[in-house]
């Protein structure tokens, strides 16, 4: 190894003994940082990752490794001096190494001088120095690649320039073949192989952060290959045609063939190997994560994930194909056998398209393709399945890919988080399959439900109930098999085990009052123990012996691991509104992609709340914009709380008016809300606005005169009342909002919590603005940048950080503990169902409130506001209210999933000042770098002379130290 040592120096001091290394670091610097900066541009980009950097270096790496290599073996045989060191004593092996090393460490050197460039983003942003890792690395594969291919192309020919191009042609070509414009000219099958071959693809596999033992084997059995042929073409320039040396000359090629074939051996057995990789993403957001595998391990029956793909397909959605191969198959062997998963192309099985198209309702999409020289549509699948039992699930290309478009004009087509699609997708078809009996053979712990009910103070109607509950008790406990039992006390019973004061005390169970000035009070309940685990069961409806069983099964389901949450969503009855041409025209506002979102994970139910009960299959209730509501709705609501249930409420006390004027922007008030009730809980909305500094833009058409006319323009302004709330201004200790890079919460009120109310009980605060924000109580949202330039509005009051969003667990007490139910203030009417008397006055310590101070961060219109400024980041909101969701009905595994990747890391927020500095400090380190290599060139120029490549030669063979005899050739 000291004669390759040796002669890599010797190259080294040849490149820095010359402008060759300036030239070449100076040209990759300033391409890098232009195509960082520029073309890529970074700070609109908003995102803390250096995908950028490494986006262009495929082809950058083809022209520049080119340029290092083009005169390696070329000068020496141009010069004469490739016959001396042929002679010397010195394996061809070593002097390929050594040239190849001298190019391998100045590409190192290169790539080592833009490490300001992640070290900037960090400073800026959470970055996740995984891909960082990784696309450093691919970086150097690829480079090796290239340097191998050069220096053999190098060894044909004494012309730098012919060198030169045909080495950009073989790197080219081996970049284009795993492209989307030449994969996509073939099938699937002949576009996966020709993506296996090309270099570009599987830089894009290692530059994600994932180092797959296929993709190194690649890029290393590329390196062997080409300097191997590279020492056959050096020793081919020796040889005699004679018969003395044919024997030699054929073991040569032999030794070249069969390393060739090993490789190529190699090569192929990896190729369909899935799991031998290391994820370095700081989530491992490229692995199963413990939940999925988990779920899939302790599945009762078999599961079955069909992708359906078809062979010709859209070019870029083809190469996702092998991505999402490899991860079913990562599922199937962590399952152990209870997941079958399996790829097929229904154009080639009429049978399977038919049961595609009839059973499943998946059919082919319509893409449209744009070629060279016409445009054409294909109808193509990409679908996947999801089957257990007689449940499935079916996720759409929509459904399983993000789309990113950069300022250049490309399209990013990826995969959107392809783990939590499917492990959602998953749970749901289980979770939905399993019955009562999945339940009790699903809960280890044994099922105990004592009822505490007092037979003699129960109100009129109520004296049938405790035989309709122990009946019921009973049958379940027939139907568990011996793991459901049932206990009915009587508190008031002389000989009862557990008094009221024990319940009271212990247990915080207060008893029911029969009417709001009647000192009478009733026990009516159920109280279900799973466990260490408990939760109380209030009968609701008119308690018949099916509403019973419905509360019992629905709190069974509800612990057991396995059964699909239930949300029940209450949203404003908007009408119609009167519009400036005499007719109506719909509400602005609407709700559809949260309800899409909640759709993915959970059974959406609407509720209607007059009733004054909560159906009792609701696992949480979510209340958006609340107003115009009347004190049967809140009672509802409130009982529903006191029954230990979770409740989620969007409480601004604003919102978008429904009747807009042209050209306008107006808010209106909320009347008739729950602000009285949220801060009998200890939640006071406040009736003002919050407007910060720190703010998403908002689109304003802006008129400007040219030539005499009038133009409108859309710009985009700074709106305070847009909040942006980054994660320095998060509970970083919250699972909610642990991993979210920011939230907008549009036209918020703040939050003033009760610290004595919520003395003992677990409190949250979510989202906080920013610590210059200030409040408003106007109405007028319009900005007036005339007067007000920089914001639009004054900058008034006290300025500081405010709650804008608060989560709590522990016990409440009831807003109508001394109010009395609404049912007891009102005439019944006939034939309606009315809900028990009294009213549950404390909570159990389980119940759950998140109160969010805006109403309109995920309203449709709204939302689409932010799109059009901000591409997907409107869709953090729709993240925290499904996280939200989430914690409260305690499923913090789609937390843990979806929190791994699924959010980008946004960039702390800078003005243009900020971006244009940061910019030139990167210009500035480059440039200083650029000055240390050039100086040390000066310094060689001045005080070192080179060494003459012929005398370096001879004296490396004279010396002894650094020269091992070689072997008879």
Request: zero cysteines; glycine letters at 6%; charged letters at 20%.
């Amino acid at each position: 190894m000291k004669q390759t040592w040796v002669i890599a120096r010797k190259e080294l001091n040849i490149y820095f003994g010359s402008p060759m290394a300036l030239i070449f670091i100076g040209a990759f610097l300033i391409v890098t940082l232009f195509a960082f900066f520029w073309v890529e541009t970074f700070f609109a980009r908003n995102i803390a990752d250096i995908r950028p950097l490494f986006r262009w270096m495929p082809l950058l790496l083809i022209f520049l490794v080119a340029a290092l290599t083009m005169r390696q073996w070329s000068e020496e045989q141009r010069a004469g001096t490739l016959e001396v060191l042929l002679t010397l004593p010195v394996r061809r092996i070593y002097l390929v190494l050594g040239k190849f090393l001298a190019v391998m460490a100045l590409v190192a050197l290169a790539l080592g001088l833009t490490l300001f460039l992640p070290i900037t983003v960090a400073i800026l942003g959470p970055l996740d120095w995984g891909p960082v890792v990784g696309g450093y690395l691919a970086a150097l594969l690829m480079a090796s690649a290239y340097a191998a291919i050069g220096l053999l192309v190098s060894s044909r020919t004494d012309n730098q320039i012919v060198s030169l191009i045909a080495t950009v042609f073989l790197g080219g070509l081996l970049y284009l073949v795993g492209t989307t414009g030449v994969t996509g000219l073939v099938g699937d099958r002949m576009g996966e192989v020709l993506r296996a071959i090309g270099t570009s693809s599987r830089f894009e596999s290692i530059e994600r952060g994932v180092i797959d033992l296929r993709d190194l084997v690649y890029y290393l059995s590329l390196t062997v290959f080409f300097l191997t042929l590279n020492v056959v073409s050096l020793d081919a320039k020796r040889w005699s045609r004679g018969l003395r040396t044919a024997a030699y000359r054929r073991q040569l090629i032999l030794t070249a063939i069969l390393i060739t074939a090993n490789l190529a051996a190699l090569n192929t057995w990896l190729f369909p190997q899935g799991g031998l990789r290391a994820d370095l993403t700081t989530d491992r957001e490229y692995s199963l994560s413990p939940v999925t595998k988990d779920l899939i391990r302790n599945l009762q029956e078999p599961l079955l994930i069909r992708g359906y793909f078809s062979e010709k397909t859209h070019p870029l959605l083809a190469p996702l194909v092998p991505a999402i191969r490899d991860m079913l198959r990562e599922y199937e062997i962590a399952s152990r056998g209870k997941v079958q998963a399996e790829v097929v192309d229904p154009r080639e099985n009429e049978e399977m398209e038919v049961e595609a198209n009839q059973v499943y309702g998946i059919r082919p999409t319509p893409f449209r393709i744009a070629g060279r020289y016409e445009s054409s549509v294909i109808n193509s699948y990409f679908d996947l399945l999801i089957r257990y039992g007689d449940q499935h699930v079916t996720l759409g290309f929509t459904d399983l890919i993000e789309v990113e478009q950069h300022p250049t004009g490309q399209v990013d087509v990826r995969l959107r988080n392809l783990e939590y699609d499917l492990t959602s997708a998953i749970k749901k078809v289980v979770y939905g399959f399993q019955s009562l009996d999945s339940a009790f053979a699903s809960i280890q712990e044994p099922i105990k439900l004592t009822a505490f009910i007092t037979p003699k103070t129960l109100p009129q109607g109520l004296e049938q109930v405790p035989q309709r509950v122990e009946k019921v008790a009973r049958e379940l406990q027939e139907q568990s098999g011996g793991k459901f039992t049932f206990e009915l006390i009587d508190p008031d019973a002389a000989d009862s085990p557990i008094r009221r004061e024990t319940l009271i005390n212990t247990y915080r169970l207060y008893p029911i009052a029969v009417s709001l000035f009647s000192p009478d009070s009733y026990y009516l309940h159920l109280l279900l123990q799973i466990g260490d685990e408990a939760q109380l069961i209030y009968p609701s409806g008119d308690l018949s012996e099916a509403d019973i069983r419905e509360e019992i099964e629905s709190a069974i389901k509800r612990a057991a691991p396995g059964f699909l949450k239930t949300v029940g969503l209450w949203l404003p009855d908007l009408q119609p509104v009167p519009n400036a041409f005499g007719g109506v025209s719909q509400p602005i506002s609407s709700w559809t992609m949260l309800m899409e979102q909640l759709r993915q994970n959970y059974t959406l139910k609407p509720v209607d709340l007059t009733s004054g009960r909560v159906p009792g299959d609701v696992d949480v209730l979510v209340v958006i914009a609340p107003q115009k509501m009347s004190d049967k709705e809140r009672f509802a609501i409130d009982q529903y709380l006191m029954r230990g249930g979770a409740v989620v409420v969007a409480a601004g006390n604003y919102a978008l008016a429904q009747q807009q004027l042209p050209g306008t922007l107006t808010i209106e008030a909320l009347q008739d809300g729950l602000q009285e009730m949220l801060a009998s809980y200890g939640v006071q909305v406040r009736n003002a606005l919050v407007m910060d500094p720190r703010n998403e833009p908002f689109p304003i058409q802006v008129q400007r005169k040219v030539g005499g006319m009038q133009v409108i323009e859309v710009q985009e302004l700074r709106y305070p009342f847009f909040v942006d709330v980054r994660p320095d201004s998060m509970d970083k200790e919250s699972p909610i909002v642990a991993d979210l890079p920011a939230v907008t919460l549009q036209w918020a009120s703040p939050l003033e919590i009760d610290e004595k109310k919520n003395q003992g009980r677990e409190v949250s605060i979510l989202l906080r603005s920013s610590e210059k924000s200030w409040l408003r109580t106007s109405t007028e949202v319009m900005p007036d940048t005339q007067q007000y330039p920089e914001y639009g509005f004054p900058v008034e009051g006290e300025q500081k950080a405010w709650p804008l969003a608060v989560a709590i667990r522990g016990s409440f007490e009831s807003f109508f503990r001394d109010r009395g139910s609404p049912f007891q203030q009102t005439e019944p009417v006939t034939g309606t169902v009315e809900p028990p008397l009294g009213t549950i006055e404390v909570s159990p310590d389980s119940a759950r409130l998140v109160v969010i101070g805006s109403t309109e961060f995920i309203d449709d219109a709204v939302l689409d506001i932010s799109s059009r400024l901000s591409m997907d980041r409107y869709l953090n909101n729709l993240q925290f209210m499904q996280n939200v969701v989430d914690w409260s009905v305690e499923d913090e595994d789609l937390l843990t999933i979806r929190s791994r990747g699924t959010y980008a890391r946004l960039l702390k927020p800078l003005d243009k000042q900020g971006q244009r500095l940061w910019e030139g400090v990167n210009y500035a380190v480059a440039l200083m770098a650029l000055v240390v290599i050039g100086a040390v060139w000066t310094l060689r120029q001045r005080r070192v002379q080179p060494m003459p490549l012929l005398a370096s030669a001879r004296q490396t063979a004279r010396n002894p130290e650094t020269v091992t005899r070689g072997t008879h050739e």
